[in-house]
Protein backbone atom coordinates (compact mmCIF):
# COMPACT_ATOMS: atom_id res chain seq x y z
CA UNK A 1 0.00 0.00 0.00
CA UNK A 2 0.75 3.83 0.11
CA UNK A 3 3.20 4.91 2.37
CA UNK A 4 5.61 7.55 3.15
CA UNK A 5 8.68 7.77 5.22
CA UNK A 6 10.20 10.54 6.72
CA UNK A 7 13.64 11.25 8.41
CA UNK A 8 13.06 10.55 12.30
CA UNK A 9 13.71 13.89 14.28
CA UNK A 10 13.82 15.32 16.38
CA UNK A 11 15.96 18.41 14.61
CA UNK A 12 17.39 21.60 16.90
CA UNK A 13 19.13 23.76 14.74
CA UNK A 14 20.26 27.41 15.22
CA UNK A 15 18.90 30.10 13.26
CA UNK A 16 19.88 30.95 9.42
CA UNK A 17 21.42 27.32 9.42
CA UNK A 18 20.61 24.85 6.21
CA UNK A 19 17.72 22.47 6.60
CA UNK A 20 16.84 19.20 4.98
CA UNK A 21 14.33 17.12 5.96
CA UNK A 22 14.30 13.73 3.87
CA UNK A 23 10.92 11.96 2.52
CA UNK A 24 10.86 9.18 0.65
CA UNK A 25 7.65 7.37 -0.69
CA UNK A 26 6.24 4.24 -2.36
CA UNK A 27 6.17 4.30 -6.12
CA UNK A 28 2.80 3.24 -6.56
CA UNK A 29 0.17 5.32 -9.32
CA UNK A 30 1.25 8.83 -9.95
CA UNK A 31 0.96 10.60 -6.64
CA UNK A 32 0.85 14.52 -6.06
CA UNK A 33 3.28 15.32 -3.22
CA UNK A 34 3.17 17.92 -0.45
CA UNK A 35 4.84 19.16 2.99
CA UNK A 36 2.44 20.18 5.52
CA UNK A 37 3.34 22.05 8.70
CA UNK A 38 1.92 21.99 12.29
CA UNK A 39 2.19 24.68 14.93
CA UNK A 40 1.71 23.77 18.05
CA UNK A 41 -1.83 23.17 19.24
CA UNK A 42 -2.97 24.05 15.50
CA UNK A 43 -4.48 22.08 12.37
CA UNK A 44 -1.72 21.41 9.24
CA UNK A 45 -1.09 24.21 6.95
CA UNK A 46 0.32 23.68 3.11
CA UNK A 47 3.17 24.22 2.65
CA UNK A 48 4.53 23.36 -0.35
CA UNK A 49 3.02 20.70 -3.65
CA UNK A 50 4.32 19.24 -6.38
CA UNK A 51 2.12 16.98 -8.61
CA UNK A 52 4.42 15.41 -11.48
CA UNK A 53 7.93 13.87 -11.42
CA UNK A 54 10.65 16.91 -11.11
CA UNK A 55 8.47 19.47 -10.48
CA UNK A 56 9.93 21.77 -7.52
CA UNK A 57 7.45 23.35 -4.54
CA UNK A 58 8.52 26.53 -2.97
CA UNK A 59 6.91 28.57 -0.47
CA UNK A 60 8.36 30.88 2.68
CA UNK A 61 12.00 30.08 1.36
CA UNK A 62 11.32 26.14 1.91
CA UNK A 63 11.44 24.14 -1.54
CA UNK A 64 11.18 20.25 -2.56
CA UNK A 65 11.75 18.68 -5.67
CA UNK A 66 9.31 15.54 -6.71
CA UNK A 67 12.26 13.53 -7.62
CA UNK A 68 10.48 9.73 -9.41
CA UNK A 69 13.96 8.40 -9.94
CA UNK A 70 14.68 8.24 -6.29
CA UNK A 71 11.28 8.17 -5.22
CA UNK A 72 11.95 11.13 -2.76
CA UNK A 73 10.49 14.91 -2.00
CA UNK A 74 13.57 15.75 0.34
CA UNK A 75 12.88 19.60 1.99
CA UNK A 76 14.98 22.03 2.06
CA UNK A 77 15.86 25.57 3.30
CA UNK A 78 18.56 27.83 3.49
CA UNK A 79 18.53 29.49 6.43
CA UNK A 80 15.92 28.50 9.27
CA UNK A 81 14.25 31.46 11.55
CA UNK A 82 13.35 30.84 14.96
CA UNK A 83 9.65 31.08 13.34
CA UNK A 84 10.16 28.06 11.70
CA UNK A 85 10.13 25.41 14.51
CA UNK A 86 6.97 23.29 13.89
CA UNK A 87 6.10 19.74 12.95
CA UNK A 88 6.66 18.99 9.28
CA UNK A 89 4.71 16.19 7.66
CA UNK A 90 5.32 14.59 4.62
CA UNK A 91 2.11 13.10 2.51
CA UNK A 92 1.61 11.69 -0.56
CA UNK A 93 -2.18 11.39 -2.21
CA UNK A 94 -3.73 7.85 -2.82
CA UNK A 95 -4.34 9.67 -6.88
CA UNK A 96 -2.54 9.76 -10.14
CA UNK A 97 -1.20 13.54 -10.26
CA UNK A 98 -3.12 16.04 -11.34
CA UNK A 99 -6.85 17.19 -11.18
CA UNK A 100 -7.74 15.66 -8.32
CA UNK A 101 -6.29 15.07 -4.27
CA UNK A 102 -7.74 11.86 -2.56
CA UNK A 103 -7.00 10.30 0.71
CA UNK A 104 -3.68 11.57 2.06
CA UNK A 105 -0.71 9.15 3.80
CA UNK A 106 1.38 11.29 5.90
CA UNK A 107 4.96 10.28 6.97
CA UNK A 108 5.56 10.18 10.61
CA UNK A 109 6.76 14.15 11.35
CA UNK A 110 9.51 15.93 12.31
CA UNK A 111 9.76 18.38 14.83
CA UNK A 112 12.02 21.13 14.32
CA UNK A 113 13.69 23.49 16.47
CA UNK A 114 15.22 26.00 15.64
CA UNK A 115 17.10 28.26 18.45
CA UNK A 116 18.75 31.96 18.15
CA UNK B 1 -8.12 31.78 0.79
CA UNK B 2 -9.88 28.22 1.64
CA UNK B 3 -10.89 28.39 5.44
CA UNK B 4 -11.77 25.06 7.29
CA UNK B 5 -13.40 26.01 10.64
CA UNK B 6 -13.42 23.20 13.22
CA UNK B 7 -15.46 23.18 16.63
CA UNK B 8 -14.74 22.81 19.19
CA UNK B 9 -11.76 23.37 19.73
CA UNK B 10 -10.61 21.50 23.07
CA UNK B 11 -13.69 19.78 24.84
CA UNK B 12 -13.10 17.93 28.33
CA UNK B 13 -15.88 15.61 29.32
CA UNK B 14 -16.47 12.78 31.42
CA UNK B 15 -16.58 9.10 30.67
CA UNK B 16 -19.41 7.98 29.05
CA UNK B 17 -20.45 11.19 27.14
CA UNK B 18 -21.03 11.50 23.44
CA UNK B 19 -19.34 14.58 22.07
CA UNK B 20 -20.13 16.22 18.47
CA UNK B 21 -17.37 18.24 16.58
CA UNK B 22 -18.24 20.39 13.51
CA UNK B 23 -16.15 20.73 10.37
CA UNK B 24 -17.18 23.49 8.32
CA UNK B 25 -15.71 25.20 4.86
CA UNK B 26 -16.76 28.89 5.13
CA UNK B 27 -16.35 30.32 1.76
CA UNK B 28 -16.35 26.92 -0.62
CA UNK B 29 -18.26 24.15 -1.03
CA UNK B 30 -16.29 20.87 0.16
CA UNK B 31 -18.10 17.29 -1.55
CA UNK B 32 -15.70 15.28 0.10
CA UNK B 33 -14.25 15.95 4.05
CA UNK B 34 -12.03 13.68 5.54
CA UNK B 35 -11.16 13.23 9.60
CA UNK B 36 -7.93 12.52 11.12
CA UNK B 37 -7.32 11.36 14.28
CA UNK B 38 -3.78 11.99 15.79
CA UNK B 39 -2.04 10.79 18.93
CA UNK B 40 0.56 13.17 20.68
CA UNK B 41 3.91 13.14 18.62
CA UNK B 42 2.33 10.90 15.95
CA UNK B 43 1.09 11.51 12.77
CA UNK B 44 -1.99 11.78 11.42
CA UNK B 45 -4.23 8.56 10.99
CA UNK B 46 -7.77 8.84 8.36
CA UNK B 47 -10.49 7.52 10.12
CA UNK B 48 -13.20 8.43 7.19
CA UNK B 49 -14.01 9.78 4.44
CA UNK B 50 -17.22 11.51 4.37
CA UNK B 51 -18.95 12.84 0.64
CA UNK B 52 -21.89 15.03 0.79
CA UNK B 53 -25.15 12.99 0.75
CA UNK B 54 -23.85 9.61 1.28
CA UNK B 55 -22.75 7.54 3.71
CA UNK B 56 -19.08 7.86 5.41
CA UNK B 57 -15.92 5.46 4.17
CA UNK B 58 -14.16 4.34 7.20
CA UNK B 59 -10.48 3.23 7.12
CA UNK B 60 -9.90 -0.30 8.93
CA UNK B 61 -10.22 -0.58 12.40
CA UNK B 62 -12.21 2.55 13.25
CA UNK B 63 -15.80 1.50 14.22
CA UNK B 64 -18.53 3.30 12.68
CA UNK B 65 -21.05 2.74 15.49
CA UNK B 66 -18.22 4.81 17.56
CA UNK B 67 -17.12 7.42 15.36
CA UNK B 68 -20.44 8.72 13.79
CA UNK B 69 -19.84 11.09 10.43
CA UNK B 70 -22.59 13.05 9.39
CA UNK B 71 -21.96 14.94 5.96
CA UNK B 72 -25.48 16.73 5.37
CA UNK B 73 -24.67 19.59 3.64
CA UNK B 74 -21.70 21.03 1.36
CA UNK B 75 -20.50 22.69 4.17
CA UNK B 76 -20.67 20.92 7.26
CA UNK B 77 -19.92 17.01 8.45
CA UNK B 78 -20.08 16.27 11.99
CA UNK B 79 -18.14 13.62 13.56
CA UNK B 80 -19.72 12.34 16.63
CA UNK B 81 -17.47 10.29 19.32
CA UNK B 82 -20.53 8.11 20.97
CA UNK B 83 -20.19 6.90 24.59
CA UNK B 84 -16.14 8.08 24.88
CA UNK B 85 -13.85 6.73 27.20
CA UNK B 86 -10.18 7.69 28.02
CA UNK B 87 -8.89 5.70 25.30
CA UNK B 88 -10.72 8.28 22.68
CA UNK B 89 -8.70 10.88 23.89
CA UNK B 90 -6.82 12.47 20.61
CA UNK B 91 -6.30 15.43 18.71
CA UNK B 92 -9.24 14.97 15.76
CA UNK B 93 -8.44 17.03 13.14
CA UNK B 94 -10.66 17.42 9.86
CA UNK B 95 -9.52 18.43 6.49
CA UNK B 96 -11.99 19.64 2.64
CA UNK B 97 -11.61 19.22 -0.54
CA UNK B 98 -12.67 21.57 -3.06
CA UNK B 99 -15.11 21.07 -5.74
CA UNK B 100 -12.17 23.01 -8.01
CA UNK B 101 -9.59 19.71 -7.41
CA UNK B 102 -7.17 21.78 -4.64
CA UNK B 103 -5.30 20.36 -2.19
CA UNK B 104 -7.15 19.40 1.29
CA UNK B 105 -7.81 22.33 3.56
CA UNK B 106 -7.01 21.59 7.07
CA UNK B 107 -9.07 22.47 10.29
CA UNK B 108 -7.09 24.01 13.14
CA UNK B 109 -8.44 20.78 14.99
CA UNK B 110 -9.96 19.59 18.29
CA UNK B 111 -8.68 18.36 21.29
CA UNK B 112 -10.74 15.83 23.07
CA UNK B 113 -9.85 14.42 26.72
CA UNK B 114 -12.06 12.41 28.38
CA UNK B 115 -11.96 12.03 32.10
Known sequence: GD????MEGPVTLSEEAFLTINCTYTATGYPSLFWYVQYP????????????ADDKGSNKGFEATYRKETTSFHLEKGSVQVSDSA?????RDSNAGGTSYGKLTFGQGT???VHP | GAVVSQHPSRVICKSGTSVKIECRSLDFQATTMFWYRQFPKQSLMLMATSNEGSKATYEQGVEKDKFLINHASLTLSTLTVTSAHPEDSSFYICSALTHRGQPQHFGDGTRLSIL
Open chain 1, 3 to 6: SVTQ
Open chain 1, 111 to 113: ILT
Open chain 1, 87 to 91: VYFCA
Open chain 1, 41 to 52: GEGLQLLLKATK
